[in-house]
């Protein structure tokens, strides 16, 4: 398997600009997840699917910020208006959950670093 | 919610020396406690975790300890390398809808190895 793969790896883009980062998790695995890691704030869970369904966004920063898992196999983290400080590097992982006991290991994507000037 | 503190920051040793970081978490009901491992620019990677009903786990260099009633867990790591320097995390999940654990993490601790 190719691991979680996200697109692209680097976005330098504008203040106000629309900026959609892209993932495709492991085939299999049924849960994911969207995390901002900065140096101030560390490794910030955004927002989690399970089964392609969104559980709990309450991580999400502001309304700009939004996510959509149309199948199992592609999720997109999209910013509009992007902001400065949104600067950041992206990451998705993704896990199995199992119908009768719980998932463990999270694999994560390479990132996407997000610069916006 | 889940607070996670994690120490040091910043951790430098020499080569053959162990390392130990240390966490505390708030939320009793967390129950599953992995460590992560992100080499500069790389993606954070999973070493090695531990569940609640367990109080230590080793695997080769590394090890895991837990004390649940106090609420910390340490990651120790013997006979240190120059590519153990890296950024540790630690983190503390509890099982969320849908089986999945939903990990809160600690901010990171910055090994340094010196050969």
């Known amino acids: 398997d190719a691991g979680v793969i996200q697109s692209p790896r680097h976005e330098v883009t504008e203040m106000g600009q629309e900026v959609t980062l892209r993932c495709k998790p492991i085939?299999?695995?049924?849960?994911l997840f969207w995390y901002r890691q900065t140096m101030m704030r560390g490794l910030e869970l955004l927002i989690y699917?399970?089964?392609?369904?969104?559980?709990?966004d309450s991580g999400m920063p502001e309304d700009r910020f939004s996510a959509k898992m149309p199948n199992a196999s592609f999720s997109t983290l999209k910013i509009q208006p992007s902001e400065p400080r949104d600067s950041a590097v992206y990451f998705c992982a993704s896990s199995l959950a199992w119908a009768s006991g719980s998932s463990y290991e999270q694999y994560f994507g390479p990132g996407t670093r997000l610069t916006v000037t | 919610g889940e607070n996670v503190e994690q120490h040091p920051s910043t951790l430098s040793v020499q080569e053959g020396d162990s390392a130990v970081i240390k966490c505390t978490y708030s939320?009793?009901?967390?129950?599953?406690f992995p460590w992560y491992k992100q080499e500069l620019g790389k993606r954070p990677q999973l070493i090695i975790d531990?569940?609640?009903?367990?109080g230590e786990k080793k695997d080769q260099r590394i090890a895991v300890t837990l004390n649940k009633t106090a609420k910390h867990f340490s990651l120790h790591i013997t006979e240190t390398q120059p590519e153990d320097s890296a950024v540790y995390f630690c983190a503390a999940s509890k099982s969320a809808s849908g089986g999945s654990y939903i990990p809160t993490f600690g901010r990171g601790t910055s090994l340094i190895v010196h050969p």
């Open positions: 085939s299999g695995h049924n849960s």
């Open positions: 939320d009793s009901a967390s129950n599953y």
């Open positions: 531990i569940r609640s009903n367990v």
């Open positions: 699917f399970n089964n392609n369904v969104p559980i709990d």
